[in-house]
């Protein structure tokens, strides 16, 4: 149960309330956005909630469980508060919300309605939905290591050890020509085999883009291709910084990095025809072939 201000309680027994919804929203970057309900701006702690997003929230899904508890936040972008790159680019994503419910006559008195996190970020024109989820989704997700033949650890982390800054995993270029909204040809890949930044990681540091990553599908000679379009596209010019790629098999870790003593994955378990076999006369069972 909620302790409300005793101001507030009292408001909302009056029977003639002045409500409205606000959300606030900080970025993993740091950056604070306030969005409201109401049709004029509030001023609530001393931060602005603007109205011109035209945003409204869906109906809040609460549980006593553990079920994850979702809602929305449906609106018009704005060029100004949220600009429709920064949500193509992800920036949002993973962003921590409060919801409060403020008395717009007095934003003294309100109450926290829920925390949560921004999910799925989706776009119609000029309009987007942004799912918020409850802070029980963070239970959904795996903890620790699985038992799995392909390695857990992020290429270049501390578990991984391989330092990505040598010569030979990174390249620097600028992209020459475009292909596609996802496609483009560089400068800067020379001497690279085919295949080499497959599945690794792209960070733009120079054009519409800059500040972002992307991720490397396909690598053949001066081209590169995406996984997903960026933000703001593709352009020649677009300056960008690109780290090789491991598609996380014992073969490739020993082979393409030399780290095999690093290796985080369980590359001797028993496959499934394995796990599945059973004794049989005359043939080979004693333990002696793990594979």
């Known amino acids: 149960m909620r302790a409300l201000d005793p101001a507030f309680e009292a408001h909302l027994k009056s029977g003639a309330t002045t409500l409205a919804t606000c959300w606030r929203v900080t970025r993993k970057d740091g950056a604070v956005f306030g969005f409201t309900d109401h049709d004029r701006p509030l001023t609530v702690a001393g931060e602005t909630y603007e109205p011109q997003s035209g945003a409204h929230g869906a109906a809040l899904a609460e549980t006593a469980d553990l079920a994850v508890d979702n809602s929305e936040i449906v609106g018009l972008l704005s060029s100004a508060r949220l600009p429709s790159e920064a949500l193509a680019a992800g920036r949002f994503d993973g962003a921590a919300v409060e919801i409060w419910r403020v008395n717009w006559s007095n934003?003294?008195?309100?109450?926290?309605?829920?925390?949560?996190?921004?999910?799925?970020?989706?776009?119609d024109g000029a309009r987007f939905t942004a799912e918020i989820r409850g802070l029980a989704h963070l239970l959904d997700q795996t903890a620790g290591r699985a038992y799995q033949r392909h390695c857990d650890a992020r290429l270049g982390d501390a578990r991984c050890g391989v330092d990505l800054d040598q010569p030979a995993f990174r390249a620097?270029?600028?992209?020459?020509?475009?292909?596609?909204?996802?496609?483009?040809?560089?400068?800067?890949?020379?001497?690279?085999?085919?295949?080499?930044?497959?599945?690794?990681?792209?960070?733009?540091?120079?054009g519409a883009n800059a500040g972002t990553a992307s991720h490397v599908k396909a690598h053949a000679g001066a081209d590169l291709s995406l996984w997903l379009p960026p933000g703001a596209g593709l352009a020649p010019g677009d300056a960008f910084v690109v780290f090789a790629g491991c598609d996380k098999a014992f073969a490739t870790c020993r082979a393409k990095f030399s780290n095999a003593v690093n290796f985080r994955g369980f590359h001797l378990m028993p496959g499934n025809d394995f796990a599945a076999s059973y004794p049989r006369a005359g043939e080979r069972n004693d333990g002696g072939r793990r594979r």
């Open 172 to 206: 620097e270029g600028v992209a020459t020509a475009v292909r596609d909204e996802s496609r483009f040809a560089a400068s800067g890949l020379d001497g690279f085999a085919d295949g080499w930044f497959v599945h690794g990681r792209l960070d733009w540091t120079g």
């Open 107 to 123: 934003t003294d008195e309100r109450v926290l309605l829920k925390r949560g996190v921004i999910g799925e970020v989706a776009r």
